[in-house]
């Protein structure tokens, strides 16, 4: 059992928009502002997509938008596309003794 | 443009010791700005962190493997290590090594994955 609290999955058409949350605790998501997002393509390794809660690494789509409240925090893809299908992952930082936990994952279905 | 690679041999007895190294190249991992990681992935399951080293040797674990896990560095070799003792089906893995930004945790460069099995 995950840490973090992801939804299994999530679908949406292109061109819509969709958001994926992730629930954390107040020992993490709730405390720092250190939730950081990820894209797993199959058989692929993951690629940062946002840090910090809501900063794009150079290189990733302004589609991509990260966002917190309370003890969730949530990705929102706007403007899907085929290629946006993937797993995507959440993860924190939990403090000095867990130190990071990671979301058990949602897998984004482009109709 | 830094790249990460993992190696390690690909089959592990159970009871055994995993190793993997993980190569830097194309920057120094001597750079104070990251921590370096290892994460794995079982087939078909989510990630799970392992731990972080920084480049003075100071080292952060999951706790839930703590008790199993060694990571090291060798600062002339550019390369950090993995050891996970008295290993099970259980670790039977992808095993990727990451760069971390030092104070937002966000793992910005990664490895391929290298698959690990546990079997005799």
């Known amino acids: 059992q995950s840490a973090l609290t992801q939804p299994a999955s999530v679908s949406g058409s292109p061109g819509q928009s969709i958001t994926i949350s992730c629930t954390g605790t107040?020992?993490?998501?709730?405390?720092?502002?250190?939730v950081s997002w990820y894209q797993q393509h199959p058989g692929k390794a993951p690629k940062l997509m946002i840090y910090?809660?809501?900063k794009r690494p150079s290189g990733v789509s302004n589609r991509f938008s990260g966002s917190k409240s309370g003890n969730t925090a949530s990705l929102t893809i706007s403007g899907l596309q085929a290629e946006d299908e993937a797993d995507y992952y959440c993860?924190?930082?939990?403090?000095?003794?867990?130190?990071?936990?990671f979301g058990g994952g949602t897998k984004l279905t482009v109709l | 443009q830094v790249q990460l690679q993992e190696s390690g041999p690909g089959l592990v007895k159970p009871s055994q010791t995993l190793s993997l190294t993980c190569t830097v190249s194309?920057?120094?991992?001597?750079?104070?700005?990251?921590?370096w990681s290892w994460i794995r992935q079982p087939p078909g399951k989510g990630l799970e962190w392992i731990g972080y080293?920084?480049?003075?040797?100071?080292?952060y674990y999951n706790p839930s493997l703590k008790s199993r896990v060694t990571i090291s560095v060798d600062t002339s070799k550019n390369q950090f290590s993995l050891k996970l003792s008295s290993v099970t089906a259980a670790d039977t893995a992808v095993y990727y090594c990451?760069?971390?930004?030092?104070?937002?945790?966000?793992?910005?460069?990664w490895g391929q994955g290298t698959t690990v099995t546990v079997s005799s």
């Open positions: 993860c924190s930082y939990a403090g000095s003794s867990t130190y990071v936990v």
């Open positions: 080293i920084y480049y003075s040797g100071s080292t």
């Open positions: 990451a760069r971390v930004l030092l104070l937002s945790h966000g793992m910005d460069v």
């Open positions: 910090e809660g809501s």
């Open positions: 107040s020992s993490d998501v709730g405390s720092y502002n250190l």
């Open positions: 194309g920057g120094s991992i001597s750079s104070g700005d990251y921590y």
